[in-house]
């Protein structure tokens, strides 16, 4: 199964195997990691499922739709490498994935 | 003070429903809600989009799904009290006294929260400063526009409200919006206006910025704007404004006593009642083993909370199952049949 890094906004990184087909946001919330919330339950309407993607893995990922770039105008603290995390499924292609959980999400 | 049989907090579509489940058994109930309008996520979040999950209903959206609640719900003449948050929970002998943020007591035997992940708020500035000058220079609503008159204005945000309001406003003030990127998710024909109005030089827009920070010590002097890439400018501003939309916060609920488990709140699957007597919870806003949070089940659990309720409001009646096929009192309630 493909390891995801969830990097707490206070530095504490938690290493999760998460199942193809589940998304990023539910690998979190799943394993009880704290900092995404996920009020909307990944129906991409809330914005608290945000996390900021490193660098390198960013161009990597699927391109965002424009529900997801709007959704992001209403995130808290929205940077040049944020993403919804409902809106990215998990696949091989992303073991070794890391994001980083924003100060808070709203 | 207001008197009620039950108050339920929550005019989304599960505490709507739940006022109809209490109607049809005779109980009195009053509704607060947050917002300015009925219908909690289905309206907020979604009302064009479509839903094919109620039963019976091979389509609806979540505004049509809202109009029919409210449509089933008015034989009751309930009183929905809206731009309100309940604030309060406290044990008054055997009644509860719930208290709004506007100061509304109401005294009843019976809650029912059916208040969702929360109460809908406008998201603010991630900027600390920001709390300081909040009402005092820094607004996320406008209540009365000819305030912003020949100041100053900057106004952030992407969708309709900030577009709407920065044409409105820069026809009385010097507004400037700005907002993260160079694309606008409002209406298409409202960025356009807004672009023309650049042009003619009644407004400025500045993308692709985001607040950066605030300057001055009792009022706002000025502020800085910045992009991704750390460019920053100076804005010289009375007033700011942010247009972020609406998060969902569990505010209050916190303070009233009840076990929670992460955000939700525990209940029984027999009338969903809370560790509090007559405080029952149902909805988004409540868990139980193998909860989801489904429409369909919040108004399953609205049912069976009605029936608790019963007790408290009328301790000396017994309550009686009835179907409202053949029921001659819920038709009477529902206003169908005449009583002889
Ligand atoms: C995009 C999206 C699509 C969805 N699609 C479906 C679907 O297809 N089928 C389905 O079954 N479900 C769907 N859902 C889920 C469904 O909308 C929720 O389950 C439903 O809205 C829950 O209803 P509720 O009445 O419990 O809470 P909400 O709809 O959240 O309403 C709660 C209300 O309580 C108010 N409130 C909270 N606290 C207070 C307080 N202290 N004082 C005053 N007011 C307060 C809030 O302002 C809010 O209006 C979807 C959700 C989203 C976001
Ligand atoms: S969970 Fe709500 S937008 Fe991702």
Not at chain 1, 85 to 101: A, E, S
Not at chain 2, 137 to 164: E, P, Q, T
Request: hydrophobic share 35%; net charge neutral.
């Amino acid at each position: 199964m493909p390891k995801i890094t969830y990097i707490e906004h206070n530095g504490k990184s938690h290493q999760i195997e998460v199942a193809n087909g589940l998304t990023v946001m539910e690998g979190a919330v799943q394993n009880n990691i704290p900092g995404i919330d996920a009020d909307c339950g990944g129906s991409c309407a809330c914005a608290t499922c945000h996390s900021y993607v490193e660098e390198k893995w960013f161009d990597k990922l699927p391109k965002k739709e424009s529900a997801e770039e709007d959704m992001l105008d209403m995130a808290f603290e929205p940077k040049k490498f944020s993403r919804l995390t409902c809106q990215i499924t998990v696949t091989d292609d992303l073991d070794g994935l890391v994001v980083k959980m924003p100060s808070k999400q709203g | 003070m207001i008197k009620t049989d039950v108050l339920v907090i929550g005019a989304g579509p599960v505490g709507l429903f739940a006022v109809h489940q209490l109607g049809v058994i005779g109980l009195k109930a009053e509704v607060v809600d947050n917002l300015d309008k009925v219908g909690g996520q289905c309206i907020e979040l979604y009302p064009d989009k479509p839903i094919y999950d109620i039963p019976a209903l091979t389509v609806c959206t979540g505004k049509s799904l809202t109009e029919n609640l409210l449509e089933q719900i008015k034989p009751f003449k309930t009183n929905i009290h809206l731009n309100e948050r309940v604030e309060e929970v406290i044990k008054d002998k055997d009644n509860w006294k719930v208290t709004t943020n506007k100061k509304k007591v109401f005294l009843t035997p019976n809650i029912i929260i059916a208040g969702g992940v929360g109460s809908f708020e406008p998201r603010k500035f991630p900027l600390k400063e920001a709390e300081r000058f909040e009402n005092n220079g820094i607004y996320y609503s406008i209540k009365d526009k000819n305030y912003f008159k020949n100041k100053k204005v900057s106004i952030f945000g992407g969708g309709d409200s900030a577009l709407d309001w920065a044409i409105e406003l820069s026809k009385i003030s010097e507004v400037t919006l700005v907002h993260r990127r160079d694309e606008f998710r409002g209406a298409e024909h409202t960025a356009q206006l807004a672009r023309k109005f650049e042009k003619e030089g009644k407004l400025k827009i500045k993308t692709p910025f985001q607040i950066n920070s605030i300057e001055g010590k009792k009022n706002i002097e000025a502020i800085t704007v910045k992009t991704e890439d750390g460019k920053t400018e100076k804005i010289v501003t009375d007033c700011v404004l942010g247009f972020f939309g609406l998060i969902m916060k569990l505010g209050p609920i916190v303070e009233w006593g009840l076990n929670l488990e992460k955000k939700t709140i525990p209940v029984n699957t027999e009338n969903f009642e809370t560790n509090k007597k007559g405080i029952f919870a149902i909805g988004d806003i409540c868990t139980y083993p193998g909860k989801l949070k489904l429409i369909l089940s919040g108004f399953h659990e609205g049912a069976l909370a009605a029936r608790g309720c019963f007790k408290l409001a009328r301790p000396n009646e017994k309550y009686r199952f009835e179907f409202s096929t053949t029921s001659k009192s819920i038709q009477e309630k529902l206003g169908v049949k005449k009583s002889d």
